[in-house]
Each structure stands twice: as C-alpha cells, then as structure tokens.
C-alpha cells in the first residue's frame, strides 16, 4: 500500500486519483505505523515551506521521514521539504536532498511558473519510457537549484532542478499527477519501484 | 520556455455541455466528462468547466460532476459560474477542482478575490472578465453578459491582479461566437499592461486565428468552445500548425 502523507493542509484529491487510477491501494496518513509498513511514501505538493515544515514536526514525522528505506517521492512543496532550506519562510527543512530551494527569478518571467514546460531528463529509472524534454505540468514560485542530486531540469527564468534523487528518495517539481498520459508513466515507473533496495 | 495553453470550454447546464451564441441559443453537445476525457486524450492543455445553471438542483449537480471530472481527468481544470462567496470556491477545491474562476461576484464584492487568494493562494484564482466595447471604451458586463458592471476592462483587471488574481480570463463579447478571430489588438494591450497570465477567449473560427493570436498579443493561453466541440478544428492539428507557426506548445507523441 502506498501512504500519502497528510500535513493536514490542502487539496490532495488529484494526487489520490491518480494513484488510484494506477491501480494502488493508498492511505492518507500521518501514522508513523501505517507509513513505515507501506510499500511507498508520496509527499503531496500542497502548502508553504514553513508551513508543511510545522505540521511535520508537530507530527514527530521528521526523523519518520528521513528514516525511511523504502521508495520516497516528494512532489513540488513534498520535495522542496526534503531539501536543506528554502527561501519560502526562511525554512530549514530535512536535508534529505543537499541542494537549497530559492525564488524563480530572471527577467521578464510572470510569477507563478505556471503551465506546461520542458523536463531534460537523463536516464534516471523514474524517467523511463519517457524523451528527455517531455511536457510536465507546473504551478511553483521556488525551486531546488542544481546539484548532486539533479536527475532533471527545466529552464524558466533560470535553469532548476525538476527532479531529484538520492538513494531511494525522489522528487518532483512538477505534479506528475496532473501531467496528462506523460505523468501518469512517471508515477507508475515510481509506483513500481522496487520496495526491497 | 512555457508552452502556450490550448483550452476547450465546456458550459454546463443541468449536467450538459452546452452551446450558445453571443451566451443564448444553448444546444447540448454531449457529456462534461467524456468530453473532458477525450479532449485531454487529444491533447488540451487544460480544460474550464462553467456552470450556467440558473436553479440550485443545476447547481447541485454542478458539484458532483467535478467531483467525477477530478476522478478521471489527468491535466488541470479550472471550474466556474456562480460563485458567489469564499465558501463556495472552498467546496470546490474540496471536489478537486485546481482553479476556480470569478466573474459577477468579484465585480460585486473585490474583496472576494483576496479572501479566495489568502486562503488558497492566487494559483487557485482566475478572475473572469467579460467586456464590450461602446463608444471606443471596453465596458466589462456581469452576470452573463446581460447586465453593465459600470467598469471598465483594463482597470478591473489591473484591479483584479493587485487583490490576488493568479490569471486573467478575457472574453470579448463582441467577438464571442462570430469565429472572426480574437479581439488581439485588445489582448495585446491587456496583456501589456498584467504581470500575471492571460487567458484569451471570443471569436476562435480557424487554426490561423490562434497563431495570430499568440504571435501579436502575448496572450498565454487561447480558450475556444465550439470550434473544439463541432470537431472544426481537432486539437492535435491544431498544435501541430501551431508548432509550424514557431508557437510553442506541448504536442502529444
């Protein structure tokens, strides 16, 4: 069973459909149990840095999280959580992923990134069956610079990362569950991931 | 590089997607959902359910086809028509709605667009405005069209942006059902003016229209109804012209 982890903020129904279209049992959770027991753990992308850093330390879920040995994918605000800091409320976040989350900023670019961009991808497992530079869909104000854990980018304004990986946690800054056929493939490549590393 | 939106409009009344002209003659076009389904499977980018119903059982319904439209819908969809207070906009983010769209009630009450942007963020809101243009002045009309807002197009929408709005969606009403094109010069000089997206709707007739749309205006999305739904213009053809027009768009393989 997948486990969707719940910060108490937000809309999560497209993300549930999705993987219940993939054909997944899922739980809406915060239950250390539930989420340690599950096959995989998804980090919805809903709220704001500090914000989602605060509901999950009052749920005792950070050292859950970092803790974790089965696949983790954080999606958009997810992701941004498992990076070491962001920009958005001054946050120090869980450093899962080394790189640091700033504000989109270039000339001439409208605030929020919002639509449909280019995703450069090279060769990760989450990205298989997919052409580097296909259509993902976004909607974000901050994004993890590059680094080590870079397995994507996306040019707006700057170049970012739009995908991350370390060990067996993944990120995204895109919303993979709103990316048409594309991202249904992308959560299924992760949904079938090898729970046992 | 941002790809330009294609989106089809479905106006639904009593569970059906309708059709009408300058906002009357309205004839069914079939189901909201299959519809959506389909348009998403040829390649929209993002799709905008209005709900036109005019009695509380339509407005009943309205709620539990966006519940379904979430259920099976994988792009983003925008939902519509009839919102009158910050409440309202909360069930239908709790249906699964991405975006919801403002039109008579922000007219009425403008603090209505801070109060949904403070609660959800301006991603969540697009503010609709439908205008027309009298005596060399663009007049936004509310509820429907059919009634005067007493304002005028480009400061409500410069209004609309400072309050929150994360997108503009403008109508000309002039142009609305007569598939002469889009009123581009007006875009243009709206899209000039905003920081935040533009959604261009009205007058969609053939593919070159929203090449010269998105060429001349600077307008970040085009949104058609009938053009989409009468099949006079399939999706994948035209994004595939679009592409050869050197406009920048998210083609399907």
């Given at each position: 069973?997948?486990s ?9 129904f497209?993300?549930c459909?999705?993987?219940?279209r993939a ?17 995989h753990?998804?980090?919805?992308g ?8 605060k509901?999950?330390k009052?749920r005792?879920?950070?050292?859950v999280i ?9 999606i ?5 959580v ?19 989350v700033?504000?989109?900023?270039g ?8 639509g ?7 060769g990760?497992?989450l ?14 104000s901050f994004a993890?610079e ?16 739009s995908?991350?990986?370390k060990?067996?946690f ?7 569950e709103?990316s048409?056929?594309a ?7 992760f ?7 | 590089?941002v790809?330009?939106?294609?989106i ?18 309205l ?27 005019a009695?509380?059982q ?8 966006v ?28 249906s ?6 403002l039109?008579?009630?922000?007219l ?8 949904v ?5 301006s991603?969540f ?6 205008a027309?243009?009298l ?17 005028e197009l480009?400061?409500?929408a410069k209004?609309?942006?400072s309050?929150?709005a994360?997108e503009?969606?403008?109508t ?8 002469m094109?889009?009123a ?10 905003l ?8 007058g ?7 090449s010269?749309?998105?060429k ?24 595939r ?8 768009v998210?083609?399907?393989n």
């Amino acid at each position: 069973m997948v486990s969707i982890i719940d910060y108490g903020t937000g809309n999560i129904f497209s993300l549930c459909n999705a993987v219940k279209r993939a054909g997944f049992d899922y739980a809406v959770t915060s239950d250390k149990d539930i989420i340690t027991k599950s096959s995989h753990v998804i980090l919805p992308g809903v709220g704001e840095a500090s914000a989602v850093m605060k509901e999950i330390k009052k749920r005792g879920l950070d050292e859950v999280i970092k803790g974790l040995e089965i696949p983790v994918l954080g999606i958009c605000i997810g992701m941004q959580v498992l990076c070491s800091y962001s920009e958005e409320g001054d946050t120090e976040s869980l450093s899962v992923f080394p790189e640091r989350v700033i504000k989109l900023r270039g000339d001439d670019i409208k605030i929020p990134h919002m639509g449909w961009n280019r995703v450069y991808s090279s060769g990760n497992l989450l990205f298989k069956g997919l052409d580097s530079g296909e259509w993902f869909y976004f909607v974000h104000s901050f994004a993890p610079e590059k680094g080590d854990s870079t397995i994507s980018t996306t040019n707006y304004g700057v170049e970012f990362s739009s995908a991350l990986n370390k060990e067996n946690f993944y990120g995204t800054q895109f919303h993979p569950e709103k990316s048409g056929v594309a991202g249904e493939r992308f959560l299924m490549n992760f949904l079938t991931m090898d729970t046992l590393k | 590089m941002v790809a330009k939106r294609i989106i089809p409009c479905l106006d639904v009344h009593e569970g059906e997607t309708v059709k009408g002209v300058n906002f009357v003659n309205l004839r069914v076009m079939g189901d909201p959902v299959e519809m959506g389904r389909m348009y998403s499977q040829q390649g929209a980018d993002e799709l905008v359910y209005l709900d036109i119903s005019a009695t509380i059982q339509g407005r009943g319904t309205f709620l539990s086809l966006v519940r379904r439209v979430a259920d099976t819908l994988n792009i983003p969809f925008t939902v519509g028509g009839g919102i009158s207070t910050a409440d309202d906009a909360s069930r239908l983010l709790d249906s699964g709605a991405d975006k919801i769209s403002l039109n008579s009630a922000a007219l009425k009450d403008p603090t209505l667009i801070e109060k949904v942007a403070a609660r959800y963020g301006s991603q969540f809101v697009v503010v609709a405005i439908d205008a027309k243009l009298l005596d060399n002045s663009w007049r936004v009309m509310r509820n429907g069209g059919r009634l005067s807002a007493h304002r005028e197009l480009f400061e409500w929408a410069k209004e609309a942006q400072s309050r929150g709005a994360g997108e503009i969606l403008f109508t000309s009403m002039d142009h609305d059902g007569t598939k002469m094109g889009f009123a581009v010069d007006t875009l243009a000089k709206l899209c000039n003016q905003l920081s935040i997206p533009v959604i261009a709707s009205g007058g969609a007739g053939n593919s070159e229209h929203f090449s010269e749309l998105f060429k001349k205006s600077g307008a970040d999305a085009a949104l058609a109804a009938s053009v989409f739904h009468e099949g006079t213009i399939p999706i994948p053809t035209l994004k595939r012209y679009l592409e050869s027009c050197g406009v920048p768009v998210r083609i399907i393989n």
